[in-house]
């Protein structure tokens, strides 16, 4: 539906999601080589939130979930070929915690992270449908760095990475719900504070990908 596109992810079905900045989301299927376009119809309240989309994470039981600027985060029901929508509820403490999602992730025991650019991170219980969100603290130095989240990613161990706007990279401890913080004004040598992606290759090295400063390697000892 347009040349201007974010982000993509595969289901397990073979089909390639594809979100674009302004027309919506597209699925791609590679037997018909034909996209089926998904765009917000303001008369349809099954329909995407919004045609702005950010992020994207086929999750392992098939669910496609779609971040978007705006327009909070959408599952898509491939059933009844209808859109449920998560938004922020300033007045309930367990609903989303901001409506612009830039990062989706699912880790290896199927809960989905999802990172805000005004609510920092948020952990969705899918049984019950609700948010736990995790955000800056000036007055704690044990929490996440930053409320704008723009990548999430579990390494071989287990360890949880998130990666902020001005905020740099922070390390999550889910047992005791602490980040440590590296930032580009500790001792961590760190080149950036604007992390725009975080990928662990074949031999367990982490990267850090920034907006400024070019591509980082993390040194775990």
């Not at 859109?83 to 880790?107: A, K, Q, T, V």
């Amino acid at each position: 539906s347009e040349n201007k596109i974010r982000t993509i992810c595969k289901d397990n079905k073979g089909n390639l999601w594809i979100g674009t900045w302004y027309s919506g989301l597209n699925r791609y299927d590679p037997i018909t080589e034909k996209f089926i376009r998904y765009q917000h119809d303001a008369n349809n309240s099954l329909s995407i939130s919004s045609n702005n989309i950010i992020s994207l994470c086929c999750d392992k039981s098939g669910n496609i979930w779609i971040g978007t600027v705006g327009g909070g985060l959408n599952r898509f029901d491939s059933e009844n070929r209808k859109f449920i929508h998560y938004r922020n509820n300033p007045n309930d403490p367990s609903s989303l915690s901001g409506n612009s999602i830039y990062s989706i992730y699912e880790d290896r025991n199927g809960t989905l992270w999802i990172g805000t650019s005004t609510g920092g991170l948020n952990k969705f219980n899918k049984d019950s449908e609700t948010f736990t969100s995790f955000k800056y603290n000036p007055a704690d130095s044990k929490s996440i760095s930053s409320n704008y989240v723009t990548s999430i990613f579990e390494d071989r161990t287990g360890s949880l990475w998130i990666g902020t706007d001005i905020g740099g990279l922070n390390k999550f401890d889910r047992v005791s719900g602490k980040f440590n913080r590296y930032s580009k004004n500790s001792n961590t040598l760190m080149l950036s504070n604007y992390i725009q992606s975080i990928f662990e290759d074949s031999e367990g090295t982490l990267w850090i990908g920034t907006y400024d400063a070019g591509l980082s390697v993390f040194n775990r000892q």
